[in-house]
């Protein structure tokens, strides 16, 4: 038997929950990924993801560059290495690119998730049609790797005495069955909030209710009939254009609400294998949050929920942060390469930074007294990316004012707090209060450039989960945020649920 600690050959087997504890999950290379501002243009335009490929590849590197930047491990689908051309690049040629993948595989910063396959040089299936040429180019690294180094893969069971059972029915309980519960239980949730997270307009709500309704019935069904609930199956009924091949990303914009329907199945496809492991989704500006889901998720921390408005509040107070006089460029990450990516992930700057953070997610009910240092190691990171965008001859300095912006979601409602001039700039979006019972939300840390208009790194991450007990318990919250200086009310459409959670492809199991 293989238990997750013995290795073999190339390969060291281990569980998801050997994975270490800032391990992430980067969403943006789901092969369906796409920003929802896009998919939506995409939508109205006609035009599938082949007629998207360049803008989308642009998007889809730099959300891979800043998951290996801004997390210590980044756990990718195997067949993501030779089908995402976004990944494969690095080494479909001998050369500094390939190396530095191979340095970062053998280092354990990228991890291969393998669903049924028991290595990660295993030809795959011939029904997901593999691109030969990636998939050459991946067995040629693997086969690169000095005969010293091992490359971790994660998998859901390694136990090899049931003839691969225990993987299977592990795979089953925690990957497919939830992503069917989720879908399932749409028309659970307050549609109000739901439709205008979305982005939804309010007279719309009823139309776009009905059509969840004729989604959870459709997928009822297959349940009744012992057929499996999978994204593909649903993408053909609600999403994709009829009789076209899921892979090209053909949008039909005669089916009601295919954008938005779009971003609930993504959103509930590519939260499962992070939860199955146990580590946190890594989400892209412009897609769907988890709190969307409006669920009483457990809480990925030593502190659990945040159920005290006064607690909460102090997330929202008032800090001092000194002032940062270097210009920076953190967009210079675009013109890096992933030799400079294995070069950054060596420096002192970033080892320093991924200790701050993992000290932050660790307790953030400590939040007011460790996001400085947190903030203080990012901008020493961003100084590393801009030397080395420089040796490079590709970036010019800009001008860079690095501020931290804290945004509190609970139901409806957003918050956001920006640091600036040694106080908060507090703003408020709600919508009317429409559900009884416990409101759900989560506390997401962003570190952004405040020049209106110029490109950065942004970097956001959830660092905790909100749970209020009821309505009283959110009125108090709001009457205290309300009173903070500087407070106003945000004007423009409602809030959304996007922002700055996982994948998987499945083998001899039905895709997703």
Same mark, same amino acid.
């Given at each position: ?193 739901l439709a205008a997270q979305v982005g939804v307009d309010r007279r ?66 590519? &939260?499962?294998?992070?939860? $199955? /492991?146990?580590?946190? !989704?890594?989400?892209?500006?412009? =897609?769907?949050? @988890? #709190? ?61 930074? &991924?200790?701050?953070?993992? $000290? /932050?997610?660790?307790? !953030?009910?400590?939040?007011?007294? =460790?996001?400085? @240092? #947190? ?138």
């Open positions: 038997m293989t238990d997750g600690n013995s290795s073999d050959g190339l390969m060291t087997p281990i569980r998801p929950e050997q994975l270490e504890s800032g391990a992430v999950i980067a969403q943006s290379l789901d092969n369906q990924w796409v920003p929802a501002p896009l998919a939506k243009d995409m939508i109205a335009r006609g035009r599938s993801l082949d007629q998207i490929a360049p803008q989308r590849l642009q998007e889809v590197r730099a959300e891979y560059f800043r998951s290996l930047i801004n997390a210590s491990q980044v756990v990718i689908n195997r067949a993501y290495f030779y089908n995402n051309d976004a990944i494969s690049r690095d080494f479909a040629q001998q050369g500094e690119s390939r190396t530095a993948h191979q340095k970062l595989l053998a280092s354990g910063a990228i991890v291969p998730f393998l669903l049924n396959e028991r290595h990660p040089a295993e030809e795959p299936p011939a029904h997901l049609h593999a691109r030969p040429d990636g998939f050459t180019a991946w067995q040629e690294t693997l086969a690169g790797i000095p005969a010293t180094d091992r490359v971790r893969c994660v998998r859901m069971s390694w136990d090899d005495t049931s003839g691969d059972q225990e993987n299977r029915e592990q795979t089953r309980i925690r990957l497919f069955q939830p992503f069917a519960e989720r879908v399932q239980g749409l028309t659970a949730k307050d549609i109000d909030v719309d709500a009823d139309r776009f209710a009905r059509r969840l309704g004729e989604v959870v019935a459709f997928s009822n069904d297959l349940s009744v009939r012992r057929q499996p609930v999978v994204r593909n199956t649903l993408y053909e009924e609600f999403v994709s254009v009829p009789g076209t091949n899921i892979a090209e990303g053909r949008y039909d914009g005669g089916k009601p609400f295919a954008a938005e329907i779009k971003q609930l199945l993504d959103l509930v496809y590519n &939260v499962n294998l992070a939860d $199955a /492991l146990g580590r946190y !989704p890594l989400t892209p500006v412009g =897609s769907l949050r @988890r #709190v969307v889901l409006q669920e009483a998720r457990e809480a990925r921390s030593t502190a659990g929920f945040i159920e005290d408005p006064e607690q909460l509040l102090t997330l929202l107070r008032r800090q001092s942060f000194a002032t940062v006089q270097d210009h920076l460029t953190p967009a210079a990450v675009n013109a890096l390469t992933l030799h400079d990516i294995y070069q950054l992930r060596q420096t002192s700057a970033w080892n320093e930074y &991924v200790r701050a953070f993992s $000290a /932050l997610t660790a307790a !953030p009910e400590a939040f007011h007294d =460790s996001v400085g @240092r #947190v903030f203080d190691r990012y901008v020493r990171l961003n100084s590393e990316i801009l030397k080395l965008a420089r040796e490079r001859d590709r970036a010019r300095p800009a001008p860079w004012r690095p501020v931290v912006e804290v945004v509190v979601t609970v139901g409806a409602a957003v918050f956001t707090a920006v640091s600036g001039n040694d106080l908060w700039e507090v703003a408020g979006s709600v919508l009317p209060l429409t559900v009884s019972g416990s409101l759900t939300g989560s506390v997401q840390l962003v570190l952004r450039n405040r020049i209106a208009g110029r490109r950065e790194q942004r970097f956001a991450r959830e660092i905790a989960a909100v749970r209020l007990a009821g309505e009283r318990e959110w009125a108090q919250f709001h009457d205290l945020v309300q009173r903070l200086p500087g407070y106003r009310d945000a004007t423009g459409p409602g809030p959304t649920g996007t922002a700055s959670t996982t994948t998987q492809d499945n083998e001899d199991l039905p895709e997703y």
